[in-house]
T-cell receptor, first 112, second 115 residues
Framework: GENVEQHPSTLSVQEGDSAVIKCTYS??????FPWYKQELGKRPQLIID?????GEKKDQRIAVTLNKTAKHFSLHITETQPEDSAVYFC???????????FGKGTMLLVSP | TAGITQAPTSQILAAGRSMTLRCTQD?????MYWYRQDLGLGLRLIHY???????GKGEVPDGYSVSRANTDDFPLTLASAVPSQTSVYFC??????????????FGPGTRLTVL
C-alpha cells in the first residue's frame, strides 16, 4: 500500500514569514495529492489539491508543488497570519482507489 | 444542506460494552469512510465503502465493523470496546475517482472515551 511521510511535525514562524511543509509518498502510481487544514477542535477541511499531471498550483497565499520523479510534494504558505495556525495534513491517493493515505500532520504555529 | 453529520458528539463507554457511531450524508456521495485520529498518528482509515452494499478494510480495522445499507448512512460499530479505542472518530464522504471532485468531506467527529 501507499506510505506518506510528513515533515516537520511542528513548525513555528513569525507572522509574515513563509512556511513550508513537505511530504513524500511511496507509490509512483499515486495521482492525487490533497492538503487538509484542521483547526483546534474542528474537522479537517480541504485547502488545496494537486494532480499528478500538474507541477504546481496556487490559490492566493497557498501553493502546492509536486515532484513526481522524487515522489514528494510540498505546501507553501506565504505571508503567514495567526489564523493560519492549525494542523496541516498531506495525503496521497493511489490510481484507481477512492481511499486516501494521510501523513501524520504538521502543527503550524504563527506568532504575532 | 446539512452535508455530513455524526452522532453522538461525545461518549464515555465502559470497556466491554458495544456502541454504534452514526454517520449520515446528504450529498449523494458514493464513497464513505471512517477514520480515527490519535495525537501524533494523524488520520488512520478504519473501514470504507465505495457504494451501498459493499465495504472494505482500511489500515486499522480490528475491533470495528461497518455496514452500508443505503447511500446516506455508514454506521461504525464497536462490538466490545477496549481502552485503546479511545479516540476521535471522523466520518467522511466523497465522489468516486472519475465521477467528479475527489474532495473528501469530513463530519464534525465523535470523541469516544473507553474506560
Amino acid at each position: 500500500g501507499e506510505n506518506v511521510e510528513q515533515h516537520p511535525s511542528t513548525l513555528s514562524v513569525q507572522e509574515g514569514d513563509s512556511a513550508v511543509i513537505k511530504c513524500t509518498y511511496s507509490d509512483s502510481a499515486s495521482n492525487y495529492f490533497p492538503w487538509y487544514k484542521q483547526e483546534l477542535g474542528k474537522r479537517p477541511q480541504l485547502i488545496i489539491d494537486i494532480r499528478s499531471n500538474v507541477g504546481e498550483k496556487k490559490d492566493q497565499r497557498i501553493a502546492v508543488t509536486l515532484n513526481k520523479t522524487a515522489k514528494h510534494f510540498s505546501l507553501h504558505i506565504t505571508e503567514t497570519q495567526p489564523e493560519d495556525s492549525a494542523v496541516y495534513f498531506c495525503a496521497a491517493q493511489q490510481l484507481g482507489y477512492s481511499t486516501l493515505t494521510f501523513g501524520k500532520g504538521t502543527m503550524l504555529l504563527v506568532s504575532p | 444542506t446539512a452535508g455530513i453529520t455524526q452522532a453522538p458528539t461525545s461518549q464515555i463507554l465502559a470497556a466491554g460494552r458495544s456502541m454504534t457511531l452514526r454517520c449520515t450524508q446528504d450529498m449523494r456521495h458514493n464513497a464513505m469512510y471512517w477514520y480515527r485520529q490519535d495525537l501524533g498518528l494523524g488520520l488512520r482509515l478504519i473501514h470504507y465503502s465505495n457504494t451501498a452494499g459493499t465495504t472494505g478494510k482500511g489500515e486499522v480495522p480490528d475491533g470495528y465493523s461497518v455496514s452500508r445499507a443505503n447511500t446516506d448512512d455508514f454506521p461504525l460499530t464497536l462490538a466490545s470496546a477496549v481502552p485503546s479505542q479511545t479516540s476521535v472518530y471522523f466520518c467522511a464522504s466523497s465522489q468516486l475517482p472519475g465521477q467528479g471532485d475527489n474532495e473528501q468531506f469530513f463530519g464534525p467527529g465523535t470523541r469516544l472515551t473507553v474506560l
